[in-house]
């Protein structure tokens, strides 16, 4: 692609409907931050962003990923709110239209960009997604915005396989679960580890037909900018081009800044455009661009802020770069460890997996 591209966008004051209890880290505020972000950007770049407007999920849509019951307990429990569903999960009255309104919102998105309507996008929603799992809300997330999103792409754009790259600092237990014995879904996400919610393991590869088709990556606290992109380089785009997805869809949670209250990662806003460019660059080159960002984490209005202008940089650059270079790895290092881990476990499948 040649040109700078129009990023479509997911914004709307309603997803601050969902409100926090006081003192909670997934609160309105978050964005505020990105909405700073979106105006400044676009203020640097008049006419780069297209705002499209959100409509709430079915059920038809939510229960490709989520199973009856757990759509009847929000609904039951939504005259009851303000309540906490778990010690992290909330619900206040205008939640679960919120997060239908998210889930929504990110199939559409992915459609569009599935069908070239769209060049690529960026949802800025809330509640996040990546924990929720089939039967339970959990971690901040009502809904697997990305997970539903996944599923809409499969049964109405007629999208076979499919990548969801996770780069939230907490591990996406929810989307692993979703597809781990799919091996038309390649999940594959960075974390710290060990941290919440415990799963994310090398060694959880997938289950029956889909083993290999989940790629965990785990972290240890500290990793910064020259770690994530080495574990890009060196992991990410070897299985990414084996793999061929048809499109990608990012969990795109910023948490992993090293503002960032809840974690202990020290991620950059550089380190953030560094890894939007080799993802961007992935989707040119094996699927025609198609690629989305969605919101998940991210608690610091810094690392929000950082986070977002870099996709968006990223994501608006024309051009290609080469992505045959690898960063040397140190051996001994945290970045040799993961790799090793990691090829351990996947390089029979993927075998361009090394330090080297």
């Known amino acids: ?167 939230d600092v907490h591990h996406g237990n929810g989307t692993q679960h979703s597809f781990e014995a799919d091996p038309s879904i390649l999940y594959v996400s960075t974390h710290q580890f060990p941290f919440y919610p415990g799963t994310g393991a090398a060694g959880e590869a997938g289950q029956g037909k889909g083993e290999g088709a989940t790629v965990n990556i785990p972290l240890p606290a500290g990793c910064g900018d020259s770690d994530y992109a080495g574990v890009f380089a060196h992991i990410l785009v070897p299985v990414v081009e084996a793999f061929a997805p048809e499109m990608i869809l990012v969990s795109c949670g910023f948490d992993s800044h090293q503002s960032d209250p809840l974690a202990s990662m020290q991620l950059t806003g550089a380190g953030f455009l560094a890894m939007t460019r080799v993802v961007r660059e992935l989707a040119d080159r094996i699927c025609g661009g198609r690629i989305a960002f969605v919101l998940e984490g991210g608690y610091a209005a810094e690392g929000l802020i950082e986070g977002t202008t870099a996709v968006l940089s990223g994501l608006r650059e024309a051009g290609s770069r080469s992505l045959s270079s690898r960063p040397q790895v140190e051996p001994g290092s945290n970045l040799s460890r993961v790799i090793s881990q990691v090829a351990a476990v996947h390089g029979s499948t993927y075998r361009n997996i090394s330090t080297s």
């Not at 297209?50 to 409509?55: D, V």
């Not at 005259?79 to 929504?104: F, K, W």
């Open 1 to 167: 692609m040649d040109t700078a591209r129009r990023i479509h966008v997911i914004e709307d004051p309603r997803f601050m409907d969902h409100t926090a209890p006081e003192g909670h880290p997934e609160r309105e505020q978050r964005l505020i931050a990105v909405s700073r972000a979106l105006k400044e950007f676009e203020t640097a770049n008049p006419g780069s962003l297209e705002r499209i407007s959100p409509r709430a999920a079915s059920d038809e849509e939510i229960l490709r990923v989520h199973r009856r019951g757990h759509l009847d307990l929000l609904e039951e429990a939504t005259p009851q709110a303000p309540i906490n569903l778990d010690p992290d999960t909330y619900l206040s009255p205008r939640s679960l239209g919120v997060a239908r309104l998210a889930a929504g919102s990110c199939i559409d998105l992915a459609l569009q960009v599935a069908d070239g309507r769209a060049s690529c996008g960026f949802a800025a929603l809330r509640p996040p997604g990546h924990h929720a799992e089939a039967s339970r809300a959990m971690g901040f997330c009502l809904f697997n915005n990305v997970a539903i999103a996944a599923r809409a792409l499969q049964a109405e754009a007629g999208i076979a396989k499919l990548m969801i790259l996770d780069w």
